[in-house]
C-alpha cells in the first residue's frame, strides 16, 4: 500500500474489508511510513483495539514527540480539542460539556428531533425523484440538532458543511483551501461568541462563554477547540450512521423488509449498521509514550498508532460471520463509538437521531429503494470516516 497516504484514498474504501480480513490473518498490526522518517501503525483486531484504545501507553499529546508546532491563529481551533489531549485537561474539558449529552438530557431533545424529521420529509415529497438522501435528510437532520444545541443559527448549516468537509478531508499538506476555511471559520466563531456574550441564551456556547468568564477552567483556544469539535463530530458521524446504515438495507432487502414489517427492530438495526458500514474507519491518532512490544511487534517513543474500527469491527474472533449484515444479531459488541475515556460523548444523541431517523422515513415512504439508474453510490475519500458522497433514491419504488 505505500504509505499512509494510501489510506486515503477512494479506490481503498471500496476494497478495504477485504484488506484488513487479509491483514488480521497474516499481520494484525502493520507499520507504515508516515511524516518523512517516523513510523505509523494500524491496528486492526478487535481485542488489539480495545486495548489500544484504553491503553495509558499510548497518549494523544502529540506535543511531547514533535519538534514544531503550529502557532498560527488557524491552527488555535485543533490544538486543544479534547479528542486529542490527555488527562487532567481532557477530564476537565469532558466534564463541562458531559451534561448536555448525558441520556437523561438528550431524551428531551427526541420531540424536537422529530419535528425536524417530519419537516424534512415533508419537503422531501415536494421534489422530484430521484431524491439524494444524504442531502435531504441524513444531512440536514443532525446539523440542525447539534446548530440547536450549541445556539448556532440553522441557516449557517450549509457553509459548516463546506468548513467541516475541508477539515476533515484535509491532508498533511494543508492546502490552500484548508487554511482559507479555518480561518473563515474561526473568524464566525469569534463574531458568535462576541453575540453571545453580550446576548446569552440557553444555549451550549453561552454555557461555555460563562465557565471561560467564571475561572481557569476553560481558556479561549480551548472553547474554539470544543465548539469546532462539536460541531464537526456531533454531525459528521451521525450523517454516515444514516447514510451508511440505509445503504446496507437497500443493499440487502429481505433485512430491510424485515424491517419495515417489525419497526421494534430498528434498534439493532442502527447497531447493526454502526458495526457493519462504521461511520469512523479510524480512531484519531495516539502516540506511544515509550518503547514497548505490541503484541510482537517493537513500537518505539514517537511512533504514531491508529486503530481500525471498521476492521475490528469485522473480526471473525469476535463476531459469528462478521460479513453478514443482520439486524437481528444478539452479540453485537461493536467499537463504532471508540472505548475508554475518549468514548464517544455523543453516542446517545447520534443513537437517537439514527433511531428516529429510519423510523420516520421508512413510515414516510415504505417502498422507498435505491435509484437504480442513478450512478452507483461511492465512498468519500475522507481518511478517517466512512460516509457515502451521495445516496440517489426513489421514494416509491416498486422493486
Given at each position: 500500500?505505500?504509505?499512509?497516504?494510501?489510506?486515503?484514498?477512494?479506490?481503498?474504501?471500496?476494497?478495504?474489508?477485504?484488506?484488513?480480513?487479509?491483514?488480521?490473518?497474516?499481520?494484525?498490526?502493520?507499520?507504515?511510513?508516515?511524516?518523512?522518517?517516523r513510523q505509523s501503525w494500524i491496528i486492526t483486531k478487535y481485542d488489539h483495539v480495545k486495548e489500544l484504545l484504553k491503553s495509558n501507553s499510548f497518549i494523544k499529546d502529540q506535543s511531547k514527540f514533535l519538534s514544531s508546532t503550529r502557532e498560527s491563529d488557524e491552527f488555535n481551533i485543533f490544538q486543544n480539542m479534547m479528542l486529542d489531549v490527555d488527562?487532567?485537561?481532557?477530564?476537565?474539558?469532558?466534564?463541562?460539556?458531559?451534561?448536555?449529552?448525558?441520556?437523561?438530557?438528550?431524551?428531551?431533545?427526541?420531540?424536537?428531533?422529530?419535528?425536524?424529521?417530519?419537516?424534512?420529509?415533508?419537503?422531501?415529497?415536494?421534489?422530484?425523484?430521484?431524491?439524494?438522501?444524504?442531502?435531504?435528510?441524513?444531512?440536514?437532520?443532525?446539523?440542525?440538532?447539534?446548530?440547536?444545541?450549541?445556539?448556532?443559527?440553522?441557516?449557517?448549516?450549509?457553509?459548516?458543511?463546506?468548513?467541516?468537509?475541508?477539515?476533515?478531508?484535509?491532508?498533511?499538506?494543508?492546502?490552500?483551501?484548508?487554511?482559507?476555511?479555518?480561518?473563515?471559520?474561526?473568524?464566525?466563531?469569534?463574531?458568535?461568541?462576541?453575540?453571545?456574550?453580550?446576548?446569552?441564551?440557553?444555549?451550549?456556547?453561552?454555557?461555555?462563554?460563562?465557565?471561560?468568564?467564571?475561572?481557569?477552567?476553560?481558556?479561549?483556544?480551548?472553547?474554539?477547540?470544543?465548539?469546532?469539535?462539536?460541531?464537526?463530530?456531533?454531525?459528521?458521524?451521525?450523517?454516515?450512521?444514516?447514510?451508511?446504515?440505509?445503504?446496507?438495507?437497500?443493499?440487502?432487502?429481505?433485512?430491510?423488509?424485515?424491517?419495515?414489517?417489525?419497526?421494534?427492530?430498528?434498534?439493532?438495526?442502527?447497531?447493526?449498521?454502526?458495526?457493519?458500514?462504521?461511520?469512523?474507519?479510524?480512531?484519531?491518532?495516539?502516540?506511544?509514550?515509550?518503547?514497548?512490544?505490541?503484541?510482537?511487534?517493537?513500537?518505539?517513543?514517537?511512533?504514531?498508532?491508529?486503530?481500525?474500527?471498521?476492521?475490528?469491527?469485522?473480526?471473525?474472533?469476535?463476531?459469528?460471520?462478521?460479513?453478514?449484515?443482520?439486524?437481528?444479531?444478539?452479540?453485537?459488541?461493536?467499537?463504532?463509538?471508540?472505548?475508554?475515556?475518549?468514548?464517544?460523548?455523543?453516542?446517545?444523541?447520534?443513537?437517537?437521531?439514527?433511531?428516529?431517523?429510519?423510523?420516520?422515513?421508512?413510515?414516510?415512504?415504505?417502498?422507498?429503494?435505491?435509484?437504480?439508474?442513478?450512478?452507483?453510490?461511492?465512498?468519500?475519500?475522507?481518511?478517517?470516516?466512512?460516509?457515502?458522497?451521495?445516496?440517489?433514491?426513489?421514494?416509491?419504488?416498486?422493486?
Amino acid at each position: 500500500m505505500g504509505n499512509l497516504e494510501s489510506l486515503y484514498q477512494s479506490n481503498f474504501k471500496k476494497d478495504a474489508y477485504s484488506f484488513y480480513c487479509n491483514q488480521r490473518k497474516h499481520q494484525p498490526i502493520f507499520p507504515m511510513p508516515y511524516d518523512g522518517n517516523r513510523q505509523s501503525w494500524i491496528i486492526t483486531k478487535y481485542d488489539h483495539v480495545k486495548e489500544l484504545l484504553k491503553s495509558n501507553s499510548f497518549i494523544k499529546d502529540q506535543s511531547k514527540f514533535l519538534s514544531s508546532t503550529r502557532e498560527s491563529d488557524e491552527f488555535n481551533i485543533f490544538q486543544n480539542m479534547m479528542l486529542d489531549v490527555d488527562p487532567p485537561d481532557h477530564t476537565r474539558l469532558r466534564k463541562l460539556v458531559q451534561p448536555y449529552f448525558n441520556p437523561k438530557t438528550i431524551k428531551q431533545l427526541e420531540p424536537r428531533i422529530r419535528e425536524i424529521s417530519d419537516n424534512l420529509l415533508e419537503e422531501m415529497k415536494q421534489k422530484d425523484t430521484p431524491v439524494d438522501l444524504i442531502d435531504d435528510y441524513a444531512f440536514p437532520l443532525p446539523i440542525i440538532v447539534i446548530s440547536e444545541l450549541l445556539g448556532v443559527p440553522a441557516e449557517d448549516r450549509d457553509i459548516f458543511r463546506k468548513w467541516s468537509n475541508t477539515i476533515v478531508s484535509a491532508s498533511n499538506e494543508m492546502e490552500t483551501d484548508f487554511m482559507e476555511d479555518v480561518q473563515a471559520f474561526t473568524t464566525y466563531l469569534t463574531d458568535l461568541f462576541e453575540q453571545r456574550k453580550n446576548h446569552p441564551a440557553d444555549d451550549l456556547i453561552s454555557h461555555l462563554l460563562k465557565t471561560e468568564e467564571d475561572g481557569e477552567q476553560l481558556t479561549r483556544n480551548e472553547l474554539y477547540s470544543m465548539v469546532v469539535l462539536l460541531i464537526i463530530a456531533g454531525h459528521e458521524t451521525t450523517v454516515n450512521l444514516i447514510g451508511n446504515t440505509m445503504y446496507a438495507l437497500f443493499k440487502h432487502p429481505n433485512q430491510l423488509e424485515s424491517l419495515k414489517n417489525d419497526p421494534a427492530l430498528i434498534p439493532g438495526a442502527i447497531e447493526e449498521g454502526l458495526r457493519y458500514y462504521s461511520p469512523v474507519d479510524f480512531s484519531t491518532a495516539r502516540w506511544a509514550e515509550n518503547d514497548l512490544n505490541f503484541h510482537g511487534q517493537i513500537i518505539r517513543r514517537g511512533d504514531l498508532v491508529m486503530a481500525s474500527i471498521s476492521s475490528a469491527n469485522r473480526d471473525e474472533e469476535k463476531f459469528d460471520h462478521p460479513h453478514l449484515f443482520d439486524i437481528t444479531r444478539k452479540r453485537n459488541a461493536h467499537v463504532a463509538f471508540g472505548f475508554g475515556i475518549h468514548f464517544c460523548l455523543g453516542a446517545p444523541l447520534a443513537r437517537m437521531e439514527g433511531k428516529i431517523a429510519l423510523e420516520k422515513l421508512l413510515h414516510a415512504f415504505p417502498k422507498i429503494g435505491l435509484d437504480e439508474t442513478s450512478p452507483a453510490p461511492q465512498w468519500r475519500s475522507v481518511f478517517l470516516l466512512r460516509g457515502l458522497e451521495a445516496l440517489p433514491v426513489v421514494l416509491n419504488s416498486e422493486s
